[in-house]
């Protein structure tokens, strides 16, 4: 059988083509569109995780930190950042899953009671180490641990790598200086690279030396920065140091945000979507500066159709300008011609003085910076407000709503940070404190590197969410707590970052020092007391 052709109004067979897209696209997906007006010209090519960013990592870098350093509005963003995710006291709360060593060991003691001594007593520990005034913690002895995840949050924020190196140094270790060995270095992203500087291979990536399933095994570090000129030896040569040591202690922490799988380096810190954008904003802010300057100093103009010498001569009362105008000067001199005691000035024939008028900042100005703002915000996770400072276009409701939205970002970050960097260094500390210290422990508990895991299971505690209507938030804090929907611990580190613990403790010795003075007690005093009284009544 012939197939039948559908031939149009001249006779002529009608040609068969796919059926026609929105918008006249010839492909089911606008987005896969090549010859569209709008499409045919974006055309980026399909590039590897790595290959995508390592090639590229230096000079981004470089940009995203001069911006840092040179504009308001970036370096607030990561102001607003480490202090809302790291804040001045970044710590483990820890609480070891007593229910798997249990489980696990068959060891009864493993309970719930001996999760809240161990906690505490390792919590002790850990306060020592991490804030000794000596800050024998920091192999530079510069910082506290507190600072130092501070410091690394912001590599990770600007560059996209939070990088640490764990050492064991025993001849600090004396009384009256270090008690631990373990020290931590924080380390410069950049002197994280491929030996030689050579091209990314199966096994190296960017510094990152890896096995046949992608897991990082080592990493090559320079041995100086390649911008120290004085030391431009060492910074040609490279250290390959181990991950970790053979019963799994670490050694290297190198903590980062994956945007895809197959990845080994950071992704260029949060500025790199919207560094273009935030360049164009100072720039147009540097012209708008120039513009307004300009204005200020330039006040009127004479308008004149002669040349500047004879403007000039008009002015100053050139005597090159013929008997008429000599005599016009010699005029208004004699007569002292003034407004306001200001002496007016004898122009010639045909000029004119303008006043300059200011048209700056343009109208569009405000605009286009609050535009571009709220999508710096968008992509570091913060809210409008937040980066730019600005809180008088917005109500309570709108407030918290862009708060609470932030914050769910911005906790998040904390939990990565917290459990990428924080955690690896808590075990390598926790490992030594277990030697070191008596801590409690029931008969027959495991060794510490077989339950690395369980005995240092930590919540990270930083900066509280803060409140907006103090009122309205902690009353509903104490709704939540009565009605079993919240637990101290949980509003104490979300509305102030503080540890219950502590806040109970405090509380008693307040109550203490009232007694002690004969001071009346307080309302919230007084309920506690008859908290108190009424449980052992019924005990």
């Excluded at 631990?180 to 291979?201: E, F, G, H, I």
């Excluded at 010498?309 to 007569?335: C, F, I, N």
């Excluded at 010639?348 to 535009?371: C, D, H, L, M, S």
């Excluded at 509305?495 to 009346?520: C, L, P, Y």
Aim: hydrophobic letters at 40%; charged letters at 25%.
């Amino acid at each position: 059988m012939e197939a039948v052709s559908l031939l149009d109004a001249h006779g002529k067979p009608i040609a068969s083509r796919r059926p026609s897209m929105l918008h006249g696209s010839n492909v089911p997906y606008d987005a896969a569109d090549r010859t569209g007006q709008h499409m045919s010209e974006w055309n980026p090519y399909l590039g590897s995780p790595d290959g995508d960013l390592n090639v590229h990592r230096d000079i981004i870098v470089a940009r995203v930190r001069d911006l840092v350093r040179n504009d308001g509005w970036a370096s607030g963003a990561v102001t607003r950042m480490l202090d809302n995710v790291i804040g001045a006291n970044f710590r483990p709360i820890f609480k070891p899953d007593y229910l798997a060593l249990a489980a696990h060991t068959g060891i009864k003691a493993f309970d719930h009671v001996w999760a809240d001594e161990f906690s505490q007593q390792l919590g002790g520990s850990y306060r020592t180490w991490a804030g000794d005034v000596g800050k024998y913690c920091d192999t530079q002895r510069n910082q506290t641990l507190a600072q130092m995840f501070r410091l690394g949050f912001r590599h990770k924020v600007v560059e996209g790598d939070a990088i640490a190196m764990l050492h064991w140094l025993p001849d600090r270790v004396a009384p009256g200086r270090a008690r631990y060995a373990t020290a931590v270095q924080l380390m410069d992203p950049d002197r994280l690279s491929n030996p030689q500087l050579k091209l990314d291979t199966q096994t190296m990536r960017g510094g990152v030396e890896i096995d046949s399933y992608g897991a990082a095994v080592a990493y090559h570090f320079r041995r100086a920065h390649q911008g120290d000129y004085f030391a431009a030896a060492k910074s040609a040569t490279w250290d390959r140091v181990e991950r970790e040591t053979e019963w799994g202690r670490p050694i290297v922490v190198h903590d980062f945000d994956l945007e895809r799988a197959g990845q080994h380096r950071g992704g260029a810190g949060i500025f790199a979507p919207v560094l273009q954008r935030l360049k164009m904003l100072a720039k147009y802010d540097g012209a708008e500066l120039d513009a307004a300057l300009i204005n200020a100093i330039f006040a009127a103009y004479i308008e004149s159709p002669y040349d500047h010498a004879m403007v000039e001569g008009a002015l100053a009362g050139d005597d090159d300008l013929g008997a008429y105008q000599t005599d016009r000067v010699a005029y208004h001199q004699s007569a002292g011609l003034k407004l306001n005691n200001a002496r007016l000035p004898i122009l010639y024939p045909g000029e004119k003085i303008n006043a300059v008028t200011a048209t700056r900042p343009n109208p569009n100005f405000r605009q286009f910076e609050a535009a571009v703002l709220r999508n710096a915000a968008a992509a570091t996770g913060l809210s409008a407000q937040q980066l730019s400072n600005d809180w008088s276009d917005v109500n309570y409701s709108s407030a918290r709503g862009a708060l609470l939205e932030a914050w769910k970002t911005l906790s998040r970050r904390r939990h990565d940070f917290g459990a990428g960097f924080g955690q690896p260094i808590v075990a390598a500390f926790a490992e030594e404190a277990m030697e070191v210290d008596d801590l409690p422990l029931p008969a027959g508990a495991p060794a510490f590197h077989l339950f690395r895991g369980a005995y240092t299971r930590a919540k990270w505690m930083g900066p509280g969410r803060g409140v907006i209507d103090s009122l309205k938030e902690r009353q509903g804090a104490v709704l939540g707590m009565d009605s079993g929907l919240s637990t101290l611990e949980d509003e104490a580190g979300e509305m102030g970052g503080s540890d219950w613990r502590e806040n109970v403790a405090q509380r008693a010795i307040e109550i203490q020092r009232f007694k002690e003075h004969g001071i009346a007690l307080p309302q919230w005093a007084i309920g506690a007391q008859e908290g108190g009284a009424t449980s052992s009544s019924e005990a």
